[in-house]
């Protein structure tokens, strides 16, 4: 063979190898993308059936299927009701299983047994006594409560699911969208950080916890994120890396809501990216560590049991289940489920100061900490509640009393605090384009409405 022979040989075989690393890099990178869409759809589809009793053909339609990635639409889908099992898959590449367990809500199989998840059952989380109807109706003008539920543009829907308005305490108004009611639980997003927040308050006040507490969790000994206090993580200032990125696959919330089936685990591991205290930054694994701390604080038979005996009870939130990960640890970022309701409710005991019924169920002035800008945050935060709408209520949007606060989650979930008016407003849905729902806007309606 000639030296040009065995040249062309070479860059041919090298041409091929790197061809063949190509396919395998797109083959990995197509297993990784296709198992997270499983996941959310397994996920998804297991905590709708079994936790808000929604029909599967609703939830294909509009969670997996409304503006969500093709992929989400291409998923094989397999319901084992009496074993209240889900499994999402794209034959021959990958699939995923989600598991419901009686109290904790549904969670992600993956690396463990379906055994062990089932052993984690609380069969008495939720409470069964359901709340004694003590609101009794208003007579508010329902237009703004309309107008929450128009598509002014077919192109950019806003979907709103529910609307729930309380006036010095008394039940005002609340319509629904078809396929949903007064009794529903629905999906509160980021609505969990803050009854998360409240969570915590009342350890505070029992005395597990304490707001400049360090050394918090036996994995950090012996490193910086030691140093980080509970203070620090309620204000979003713990420091450990992370990108809140709902759009990219890669982002550390998507890996830990879908490439995981330990959300707080995975939390806990992430590095110090800045000195803690040093840094403000929005983290929904911030959240999962605080579900890891309570964990620690309490120990696990009192942790198990701590929404119910700390909130759920009290507040008589029949529908409130806080679903837990496979480790049987809250997911305290994302995964609470609530009546339109039960959210009102958590809102009212907001704007109430912790106090419940003539009871103080947190401590003096936790709600003053809560809703005190946190430093680096720009005003627009507090410590798991924003003092601000951001986008929701974008610029030329209707002003707000400056004692206005606010629960937000994803896809448009609000409870919405305006003390000074003592009011609570509650809106739900699923809003996937930017700009389609003003909260600002709505609220300044209700408040016109109650002139």
Same mark, same amino acid.
């Given at each position: 063979m000639s030296a040009a022979s065995a040249a062309i040989a070479i860059i041919l075989g090298l041409v091929a190898l790197a061809a063949l690393a190509?396919?395998?890099?797109?083959?990995?990178?197509?297993?990784? %993308? !296709?198992?997270?869409? @499983?996941?959310?759809?397994?996920?998804?589809? @297991?905590?709708?059936?079994? &936790?808000?009793?929604? *029909?599967?053909?609703?939830?294909? !339609?509009?969670e997996l299927g409304l503006n969500q990635p093709a992929a989400l639409g291409l998923c094989r889908i397999r319901v084992d009701p009496h074993r209240q099992l889900v499994r999402a898959s794209f034959p021959g590449i990958v699939a995923r299983r989600a598991a419901c367990r009686h109290g904790l809500g549904s969670a992600l199989v993956m690396e463990t047994s379906?055994?062990?998840?089932?052993?984690?059952?609380?069969?008495?989380?939720?409470?069964?006594?359901?709340?004694?109807?003590?609101?009794? $109706?208003?007579? &508010?003008?329902?237009?703004?409560?309309?107008?929450?539920?128009? /598509?002014?543009?077919? !192109?950019?829907?806003q979907r709103s699911r529910a609307a729930v308005v309380l006036h010095r305490g008394e039940l005002l108004a609340e319509r629904y969208a078809a396929g949903f009611g007064a009794d529903t639980p629905q999906l509160g997003w980021s609505l969990s950080k803050t009854a998360l927040g409240l969570l915590i308050g009342a350890a505070v006040r029992q005395g597990y916890l304490a707001l400049d507490d360090g050394r918090l969790l036996? /994995?950090?000994?012996?490193?910086?994120? $030691?140093?980080?206090t509970l203070r620090q993580l309620l204000q979003m200032r713990g420091g450990q890396a992370w990108a809140e990125d709902y759009g990219s696959s890669q982002s550390e919330v998507m890996q830990m809501l879908f490439a995981t089936a330990h959300t707080a685990r995975y939390a806990v591991a992430r590095p110090l990216a800045h000195a803690p205290?040093? =840094?403000? @930054? %929005?983290?929904?694994?911030?959240?999962?560590?605080?579900?890891?701390?309570?964990?620690?604080?309490?120990?696990?038979?009192?942790?198990?049991?701590?929404?119910?005996?700390?909130l759920f009870a009290p507040l008589q939130l029949a529908s409130a289940v806080f679903e837990a990960d496979a480790d049987g640890l809250f997911t305290a970022s994302s995964y609470m489920y609530a009546s339109a309701r039960d959210w009102a409710r958590i809102g009212q005991f907001?704007?109430?100061?912790?106090?419940?019924?003539?009871?103080?169920?947190?401590? /003096?002035?936790?709600?003053?900490? @809560?809703?005190?800008?946190?430093?680096?945050?720009g005003g627009e935060y507090?410590?798991?509640?924003?003092?601000?709408?951001?986008?929701?209520?974008?610029?030329?949007?209707? *002003?707000?009393?400056?004692? !206005?606060? =606010?629960?937000?989650?994803?896809?448009?979930?609000?409870?919405?605090?305006?003390?000074?008016? /003592?009011?609570v407003v509650v809106r739900l849905g699923l809003t996937r384009y930017a700009g389609s729902w003003n909260q600002a806007a709505f609220i300044d309606r209700v408040r016109r409405d109650l002139r």
């Amino acid at each position: 063979m000639s030296a040009a022979s065995a040249a062309i040989a070479i860059i041919l075989g090298l041409v091929a190898l790197a061809a063949l690393a190509g396919l395998y890099l797109a083959w990995r990178g197509l297993r990784r %993308y !296709a198992g997270m869409a @499983c996941a959310f759809a397994a996920k998804t589809v @297991c905590s709708g059936l079994f &936790v808000a009793g929604r *029909p599967l053909a609703s939830l294909r !339609a509009e969670e997996l299927g409304l503006n969500q990635p093709a992929a989400l639409g291409l998923c094989r889908i397999r319901v084992d009701p009496h074993r209240q099992l889900v499994r999402a898959s794209f034959p021959g590449i990958v699939a995923r299983r989600a598991a419901c367990r009686h109290g904790l809500g549904s969670a992600l199989v993956m690396e463990t047994s379906l055994q062990a998840l089932r052993a984690q059952a609380r069969p008495n989380n939720p409470p069964n006594n359901p709340p004694q109807d003590d609101w009794p $109706s208003g007579a &508010v003008n329902p237009q703004a409560l309309e107008h929450a539920f128009d /598509e002014a543009d077919p !192109a950019r829907p806003q979907r709103s699911r529910a609307a729930v308005v309380l006036h010095r305490g008394e039940l005002l108004a609340e319509r629904y969208a078809a396929g949903f009611g007064a009794d529903t639980p629905q999906l509160g997003w980021s609505l969990s950080k803050t009854a998360l927040g409240l969570l915590i308050g009342a350890a505070v006040r029992q005395g597990y916890l304490a707001l400049d507490d360090g050394r918090l969790l036996p /994995e950090w000994r012996g490193d910086e994120r $030691s140093e980080i206090t509970l203070r620090q993580l309620l204000q979003m200032r713990g420091g450990q890396a992370w990108a809140e990125d709902y759009g990219s696959s890669q982002s550390e919330v998507m890996q830990m809501l879908f490439a995981t089936a330990h959300t707080a685990r995975y939390a806990v591991a992430r590095p110090l990216a800045h000195a803690p205290g040093s =840094h403000w @930054c %929005y983290s929904s694994g911030g959240s999962n560590v605080l579900s890891r701390v309570l964990q620690q604080a309490l120990g696990d038979e009192r942790y198990a049991d701590w929404p119910r005996r700390a909130l759920f009870a009290p507040l008589q939130l029949a529908s409130a289940v806080f679903e837990a990960d496979a480790d049987g640890l809250f997911t305290a970022s994302s995964y609470m489920y609530a009546s339109a309701r039960d959210w009102a409710r958590i809102g009212q005991f907001m704007l109430q100061d912790g106090v419940w019924r003539g009871e103080r169920l947190l401590p /003096e002035g936790w709600m003053d900490f @809560c809703t005190s800008p946190a430093p680096g945050s720009g005003g627009e935060y507090g410590a798991h509640l924003w003092l601000q709408l951001g986008d929701w209520g974008p610029r030329g949007s209707p *002003p707000l009393p400056a004692d !206005a606060f =606010h629960a937000v989650g994803h896809e448009g979930q609000f409870i919405s605090v305006l003390p000074g008016d /003592e009011l609570v407003v509650v809106r739900l849905g699923l809003t996937r384009y930017a700009g389609s729902w003003n909260q600002a806007a709505f609220i300044d309606r209700v408040r016109r409405d109650l002139r």
